[in-house]
């Protein structure tokens, strides 16, 4: 007996919006390689009184096949009337349709089950063919047969809506990985779902599968149901909204609420969450509203105050979800400026910048805040951030040129320094951009950080430090308060040297003591408090910058020993 290869065969009944796919692996395992174009009426009639059951089963599926594939056409109710029928053809010719009948009664199980799928593809189903077809259910105890399948998908397209019909096509359903039966089975189950609540009881069992995928099944099913949803399934489907660990479950369950037609309480949640929830539950809805795409005026006011909740987390979660909805709103485009420019955490201003970058709404406001982090932002990723979202927003200028060609000169972190690049080539920017002020910062700064003038200053500040300190004990003594802090005297100490260009820096003996000779002293030190005494005040405002302040030293060492 040869064996060939399996078909699949489509039945598409006028009176449905859904095609019924038959697995004919098993059923038709041993059809001719024949199609129904090539065959004749008298053809068809040997085979199917032929005494070989495969030659009987070939003819079978032709005539099925034919059955389902016979033209049709759509025709304007006035047409219909003026001109009659457009399309007046038999599935069968006429003179097969009682040599398919004998078949349901056809010795061979496998016949009798090919005939009664015929009768079903003709539009013309009896009681033998659905008796045979419900037998095949029964038979199947495992529920993963191909001939039960079938029958399932018969009987269903019919209106049947038996339990053994349903569980038949869930089983299917959520154990096929054949996409086709995936949808087919959907389709049957929403079908006769409006004449049962059976459907909805067996698939509400299916949310507490331990199985994610099992759950976003049962969930996406459920979104294509009839009929009036009962509370228990509600329930579950809120539970699994707000409590599932799957993210893709949770946003499927609030997808089939809302095609159930519980949008509102979906919304009432949502509400509830952002206004009175703790921060779990205010990112869960901002997550929510993010993938079900929805912002209503009645959020919108909870959704503003979550910018800026004191949870790091919200705020994140509140800037990612503005920038899935690209929310052009003025009121969130200011709340994501403030947080990118007073938030205290950066990985706040990470997020808001790039929800900014997202919406692409750019304003002088917004680049002249993107520049700024660029320039200014202490933490790489900030600035990484102001990178991307001036490429995306396509800012331009010479300002921007000059500050990326500076800052790719400056940038210490590698990772920065890449996206200027970037930005730079992006741009058509010279990379060497002002060669000579880069290299008077660059002298400038070696010259400053010499040994000799960072030793200087180190001495200089100590030695302003001990006379700071022997001040205080003198005005101790004197029993007057002290009203000059360090800072305040070193400040005043490097004012004066600023305006005293004369000033020439100290030698230092070997034990670092200050010469008492104004001739020879050429110490720059800080003045004596103005406070401290009126002589000190006197004194200093008569004399002269460098001599001044060398009397001043002398006389305060006097009094002091």
Not at 22 to 31: A, E, M, Q, S
Not at 52 to 57: G, N, P, S
Not at 284 to 298: P, S
Request: proline share 4%.
């Amino acid at each position: 007996m040869p064996r060939h290869t399996p078909k699949l065969l489509y039945i598409v009944t006028e009176d449905k919006h859904f095609s019924l796919l038959f697995n004919l692996r098993r059923l038709f395992l041993p059809v001719l390689e024949i199609t129904w174009q090539s065959v004749t009426i008298e053809g068809l009639k040997r085979a199917l009184k032929d005494l070989h059951y495969y030659v009987r089963l070939s003819a079978i599926a032709t005539c099925a096949s034919g059955a389902v594939n016979r033209p049709r056409e759509e025709q304007h109710p006035t047409d219909t009337g003026q001109y009659g029928r457009v399309w007046d053809i038999q599935p069968v010719p006429q003179e097969l349709q009682p040599l398919l009948l004998l078949a349901l009664d056809d010795p061979v199980k496998r016949v009798q089950m090919a005939a009664a799928v015929c009768q079903y593809a003709m539009g013309t189903p009896d009681s033998r063919a659905r008796i045979i077809l419900r037998n095949a259910l029964h038979q199947d105890s495992a529920g993963v047969g191909a001939d039960s399948w079938v029958a399932a998908q018969c009987l269903a397209m019919e209106g049947e809506h038996s339990r053994t019909v349903i569980q038949r096509l869930l089983s299917q359903h959520f154990v096929s990985e054949v996409q086709t039966d995936n949808e087919q089975s959907a389709a049957l189950l929403a079908s006769i779902s409006s004449k049962t609540t059976l459907v909805h009881s067996l698939l509400a069992e299916e949310l507490n599968c331990a199985n994610w995928r099992t759950r976003l099944m049962a969930c996406n099913t459920i979104s294509q149901l009839k009929g009036p949803i009962n509370k228990d399934l509600a329930n579950k489907l809120i539970y699994l909204m707000w409590n599932d660990w799957s993210g893709k479950v949770k946003q499927t369950a609030a997808q089939a609420l809302g095609k159930l037609g519980m949008g509102r309480d979906v919304h009432n949640e949502l509400r509830m969450k952002l206004e009175e929830g703790p921060a779990s539950w205010k990112v869960e809805a901002l997550i929510l509203i993010a993938q079900l795409q929805i912002m209503t005026a009645k959020l919108l006011p909870p959704f503003l105050k979550c910018f800026n909740d004191n949870f790091v987390a919200v705020r994140k979660q509140a800037c990612l979800t503005a920038a899935a909805l690209i929310m052009m709103d003025s009121m969130v485009l200011n709340q994501l400026i403030q947080l990118t420019q007073n938030d205290p955490a950066w990985e706040v201003k990470v997020v808001a910048i790039s929800a900014l970058g997202k919406i692409g709404c750019l304003t002088p406001t917004l680049q002249d805040l993107l520049l700024w982090a660029l320039h200014h932002e202490e933490e790489p990723q900030v600035r990484i951030a102001a990178c991307e979202a001036l490429k995306i927003l396509k800012v331009k200028g010479p300002e921007l040129q000059h500050l990326l060609q500076e800052r790719f000169v400056l940038e210490p972190h590698p990772q920065v320094h890449r996206h200027i690049q970037g930005l730079l080539k992006n741009y058509g920017y010279s990379i060497e951009g002002d060669k000579g002020m880069v290299h008077k910062i660059k002298d400038q700064v070696q010259r400053l950080c010499t040994k000799r003038i960072i030793t200087d200053k180190v001495l200089l500040m100590e030695k302003l430090e001990d006379m700071y300190q022997q001040q205080r004990k003198y005005l101790v003594n004197e029993s007057q308060p002290d009203t000059t802090p360090i800072s305040r005297l070193l400040q005043e100490r490097y004012n004066r040297m600023k305006h005293c260009p004369s000033t020439v820096r100290p030698t230092h003996s070997s034990d670092s003591s200050v010469t008492q000779s104004s001739s020879k002293c050429k110490l720059e030190s800080s003045p004596v408090n103005k406070s401290s005494s009126s002589a000190y005040q006197d004194h200093q405002n008569s004399a002269s910058c460098d001599s001044g302040e060398t009397s001043a030293l002398q006389e305060n060492e006097d009094k002091i020993s």
